[in-house]
């Protein structure tokens, strides 16, 4: 009976129609999503430390106005991907303990610190550039919730996308020394926004399962060689130089080849020991302490309104 129903999901979901919360699903159909919407909303929340870091020192009032609007819409980005969590059963303090004591994984990409003013251009260009090349993909994910959430997260970070772009082209376009904060920016930055993608598909446990149930529609290796293929001629664009002896253009395949990925780095890295997870942590975790009396004063509110409405 069981494999029936297993059967008739895999059709409908091949036949490309939407899982709705509702729907009979696999129990680790909905693990996975759990899984992987719960780590995609934590990156958001994360995501928003390293940059927030250069708020107060945004060099003029319209990159200060930009960057605020960008980091409040990593914020509502983790909420939307909270709540499409919650549509699957999972319970949203659950989540967030599993953050805040370390348990539960986010992206790598946010444990590298930024030293310099240049490393917010380059994370909207590079970082947000990554996310929006899984991201995209993920607008046509299987599980409704979440395809739709990716729609409107999309729009909102292909601004991003341009506004680290536009930085990065200030700088580059600037005085010989903004040109090398740019470049130092970038190479800081290019090899960690490679392995956002995840590990290689032959070394990604969860790959073939979630390509089957269309969770994911493009692999790993597939997605970064699509953000290589498009960010080296931006990089070209600007007269910054890809930090890759080894990357050359394949006539043949129409692709770029890269050099090697230092996979150490990526496992060190979300096992805890990257340069700022232990920091970033403890902010979320001040950060989360520091909103309990909001948290109290809204249940209080929804008490005291439950409590009229009995009346
Ligand atoms: N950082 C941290 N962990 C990672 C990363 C990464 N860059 N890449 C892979 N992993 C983890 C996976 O979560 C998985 O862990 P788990 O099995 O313990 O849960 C493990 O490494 C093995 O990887 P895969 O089998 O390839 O995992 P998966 O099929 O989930 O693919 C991917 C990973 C591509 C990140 C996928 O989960 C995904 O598309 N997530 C949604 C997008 C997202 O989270 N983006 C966050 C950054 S973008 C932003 O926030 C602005």
Redesign the pocket.
Known sequence: KEMNLEERFQQYVDAENKVEPKDWMPEKYRKTLI??IS??AH??VV?MLPEANWITRAPSLRRKVALLAKVQD?AG?GLYLYSAAETLAADRMDMVEDLLSGKA?????FNYPTPTWADIGAIGWL??G??IA??VM?CRTSYGPYARAMVKICKE?SFHQRQGYEITMTLAQGSPVQKQMAQDALNRWWWPSL?????TDDA????AQ?MKWKI?RKS?DE?RQEFIDKTVPQAEFLGLTIPDKDLKWNEETGHYEHGEIDWEE?YN??KGNGKCNKQRLIARNKAHDDGAWVREAANAYAEKEAERRKK
């Open positions: 899984r992987q780590q995609h990156s958001e995501g990593e980005h994984k986010y992206s790598s990409i970082v947000d990554a996310a899984n991201q993920l970070e392995m956002m993608f995840g590990p990604s446990p969860n790959s979630s994911k790993n997605l990526f890295v979300i």
